[in-house]
């Protein structure tokens, strides 16, 4: 069965950079998009950038093109999302979600998601 | 670029329908097919109820319908249940490998 398995939760302070690990299992890593998703306390979703695991080709959104860096490792399955320059607003529940647009079973929606990581800023 | 606009709050009693409207430009929802759903439930990760603006996935109550014209893409519950009361999030493909959400709607089953 499908899992995306998410690193735990990180306290970090404002500056600090952090990184969010999410490992997949249960499908062929490389024919999916990976997506990271972030949800900031009792506000809505926010798409943050996509990542092919085949050839490692990322797609920010502008608002985080400056801090955000997704990488993936083929050899274990996993893609990480790398944020630094941490602000108080960035404290969220970051959420991977695969994505089958690559296996046409639909195009550019998230099929499954991991468990989120809270990320917390505060000095 | 701005949050696809949703209405804040829905509410509906039960067996009654709702319709949830997610509004955009034509750079996104108006541009492409590529319009999904997502359904969310208090402490827990979303979960998509229709894709490709009026599928749905294998699984998901045939109460769950989507549509879309022009800039506007709509879902529809109907039958409304006590545990459809959720968040509901619409996302549309912007073009260029980026992805928009919507503002995000609470749902209330009276």
């Known amino acids: 069965q499908v899992q995306l398995v998410q690193s735990g939760a990180e306290v970090k302070k404002p500056g600090a950079s952090v990184k969010v690990s999410c490992k997949a299992s249960?499908?062929?890593?490389?024919?999916?998009?990976m997506h990271w998703v972030r949800q900031a306390p009792g506000q809505g979703l926010e798409w943050m950038g996509i990542?092919?695991?085949?050839?490692?080709?990322?797609t920010y959104a502008q608002k985080f093109q400056d801090r955000v860096t997704m990488t993936r490792d083929t050899s274990t399955s996993t893609v990480s999302m790398e944020l630094s320059s941490l602000r108080s607003d960035d404290t969220a529940v970051y959420y991977c979600a695969r994505d089958p647009t690559l296996v046409g079973a639909g195009n550019y929606l998230f099929d499954y998601w991991g468990q989120g990581t809270l990320v917390t800023v505060s000095s | 670029q701005s949050a696809l606009t949703q209405p804040r709050s829905v509410s509906g009693s039960p067996g009654q329908s709702v319709t949830i409207s997610c509004t955009g430009t034509?750079?996104?929802?108006?541009?492409?097919?590529?319009v999904s759903w997502y359904q969310q439930h208090p402490g827990k990760a979303p979960k998509v109820i229709i894709y490709?603006?009026?599928k749905r996935p294998s699984g998901v109550p045939d109460r769950f319908s989507g549509s879309k014209s022009g800039n506007t893409a709509s879902l529809t519950i109907s039958g409304l249940q006590a545990e459809d009361e959720a968040a509901y999030y619409c996302?549309?493909?912007?073009?260029?490998?980026?992805?928009?959400f919507g503002g995000g709607t609470k749902l209330t089953v009276l």
């Open positions: 249960g499908y062929i890593f490389v024919d999916y998009y």
């Open positions: 996302c549309s493909y912007a073009g260029s490998y980026t992805l928009i």
């Open positions: 990542i092919n695991p085949s050839g490692g080709s990322t």
């Open positions: 034509s750079s996104d929802v108006g541009g492409y097919k590529y």
């Open positions: 490709d603006a009026s």
